[in-house]
């Protein structure tokens, strides 16, 4: 079945670093691909998303592209603030007659410091 | 335009009793998701509701049900209460229009002792 797998955490780093959270999928059909971010206490938000191959997703400074040929949605941002630290999950679609699911990945987890 | 909305936020049940959790989507979203959150295992989709029909459901016991009303709200139900419930319920919602996405409500955290 469709399943995502992502770079286990916690990744640690400085203000103003560059961020990259691997995120790869295994899915039958052409699935959309999304990230999604979770603040302590909180539900999840809609980072980015990327319905076909080649789309680049963005949002807040944050990037993804999906990849079809490395089956690969890596999550990207130039320079973290402390703001960012939270946990973040990769996730796909899965879109048939049978109805609608998101699979996520198990969520890396972010700290960013001063 | 409001968010998806949950109720309750918090809640403590006791081993072998039911609950009933609430979730109100997005105005104009016809399509509502449940899943549950837990540290071990991560986020894992129970079931999609739509028109008052569930659609899709996860692999989850026969414990665990929902219903969706006319308006598009919708609730779940947990019997028979185990400790291995206790988790975040999340609850998610869209137009169910071609690729959309789905957007969360800020969850229940059920806690059974």
């Known amino acids: 079945g469709d399943s995502v797998t992502q770079m286990e955490g916690p990744v640690t780093l400085s203000e103003e670093a560059f961020l990259t959270i691997n995120c790869t999928y295994t899915?039958?059909?052409?699935?959309?691909l999304f990230w999604y971010v979770q603040y302590p206490g909180e539900g999840l938000q809609l980072l980015l998303k990327a319905t076909k191959a080649d789309d680049k997703g963005s949002n807040k400074g944050f990037e993804a592209t999906y990849r079809k040929e490395t089956t690969s949605f890596h999550l990207e941002k130039g320079s973290v603030q402390v703001s960012d630290s939270a946990v973040y999950f990769c996730?796909?679609?899965?879109?048939?007659?049978?109805?609608?699911?998101?699979?996520f990945g198990k969520g890396t987890s972010l700290l960013v410091t001063p | 335009k409001a968010g998806v909305t949950q109720t309750p936020r918090y809640l403590i049940k006791t081993r072998g009793q039911q609950v009933t959790l609430s979730c109100s989507p997005i105005?104009?979203?016809?399509?509502v998701s449940w899943y549950q959150q837990t540290p071990g295992q991560g986020l894992q989709f129970l079931f999609e509701y739509f028109s008052e029909t569930q659609r899709n459901k996860g692999n989850f016991p026969g414990r665990f049900s929902g219903r969706q009303f006319s308006n598009s709200r919708s609730e779940m139900n947990v019997s028979t209460l185990e400790l291995g419930d206790s988790a975040l319920y999340l609850c998610?919602?869209?137009?169910?229009?071609?690729?959309?996405?789905?957007?969360f409500g800020p969850g229940t955290r059920l806690t059974v002792t």
């Open positions: 899915a039958t059909g052409y699935p959309s």
């Open positions: 996730a796909l679609s899965s879109n048939s007659n049978s109805g609608y699911a998101l699979n």
């Open positions: 998610a919602s869209r137009v169910d229009r071609g690729r959309s996405e789905q957007y």
């Open positions: 105005s104009g979203h016809r399509s």
